[in-house]
């Protein structure tokens, strides 16, 4: 039975990089950018949900609410701010040094005003979870509603993407941005509306990963985010199925790795895997090849 759990906690922890990696996997597809900053939207996020429960008193739902149209107007702000004037940049190195600053300044803001000391995250799911085999194998609460919350973003996500207007703009944009130009899409806007959903869903995810490990630091986001990354290029980066698939294989991958081999050597489990799989498959499992005609 403890395989069992193991494999469901993976799961638990995968579906968190998952929905983190979707922002990602967005934000480089369609604006071909690296927002490392992501990961710390996610703190800011579970800190805007912790105060809003425990200095404001609000339940925790209507406090989700709060944290993700936050981190939401957060996102348009350091894409308007930060990203919209090196969108023509001669060099993408500008873009990625703007995201490692952005990514120190908000952890130093998130330092000065909450402070360096780790704080309780109350958790916003009160379901006790399920016992199976007659108490041999409980799942807590939190590890099956993160599993259902990601699969549920994930196809909320396809479909958008797929079926809806501002969707097939974004794929527009993916595809050739001064096509999609031509064709009166508006650029500016789509890109803004992608850093708009990534952020949205990291504030989710960080709710989430602070309500099943209740400790939040300024520097929570931060290994969250580089795994999340690594999830991305697991998967393909570029790819919503790949990001999916990528964050829940990593999650199984570590939690195994703490498991049967080492805690200690968890990260590196991780790391070496992605190694691989890129030295067999660079483009990540869902990845494509794409051809530039020079």
């Not at 759990?5 to 929905?19: D, M, P, Q, R, T």
């Not at 490692?100 to 908000?106: A, D, F, P, Q």
């Not at 330092?111 to 041999?136: C, D, H, R, V």
């Amino acid at each position: 039975m403890s395989f069992i759990s193991y494999l469901f906690n993976g799961l638990s922890l995968g579906s968190v990089y998952a929905i983190i990696a979707l922002g990602y996997t967005m934000v480089y597809g369609i604006a071909k950018m690296l927002n490392f900053a992501h990961g710390d939207v996610i703190m800011i996020g579970a800190y805007v949900s912790l105060l809003s429960m425990t200095n404001a008193g609000i339940p925790a739902f209507p406090a989700l609410i709060i944290s993700i149209v936050v981190c939401t107007v957060l996102g348009i702000v350091i894409e308007r701010i930060a990203y919209k004037p090196l969108r023509n940049a001669s060099s993408s190195l500008a873009v990625l040094i703007t995201a490692i600053g952005v990514s120190y300044l908000l952890q130093n803001v998130a330092l000065l005003l909450f402070g360096a000391n780790a704080q309780t995250f109350p958790s916003i799911i009160k379901w006790e979870g399920l016992s199976l085999a007659g108490g041999k194998l409980n799942l807590s609460g939190e590890t099956i509603i993160t599993i259902i919350v990601c699969i549920i973003i994930m196809i909320a996500l396809m479909f958008f993407v797929q079926k809806t207007k501002p969707g097939q703009a974004m794929r527009a944009v993916s595809e050739d941005r001064g096509a999609a130009l031509l064709m009166g899409i508006n650029v500016n806007g789509t890109i803004a509306l992608t850093f708009a959903i990534g952020s949205g869903l990291a504030a989710i995810a960080g709710v989430l990963l602070c309500s099943a490990y209740p400790s939040l630091t300024p520097y929570t986001g931060a290994m969250p985010g580089i795994k999340a990354f690594v999830a991305a290029v697991f998967g393909g980066i570029g790819s919503i199925p790949g990001a999916f698939i990528g964050g829940i294989l990593l999650g199984v991958i570590e939690i195994f790795g703490k498991a049967y081999i080492s805690s200690q050597m968890a990260d590196a489990i991780v790391f070496a895997v992605l190694i691989i799989v890129l030295l067999v498959k660079p483009t990540g499992l869902l990845g494509k090849k794409i051809q530039e005609k020079v």
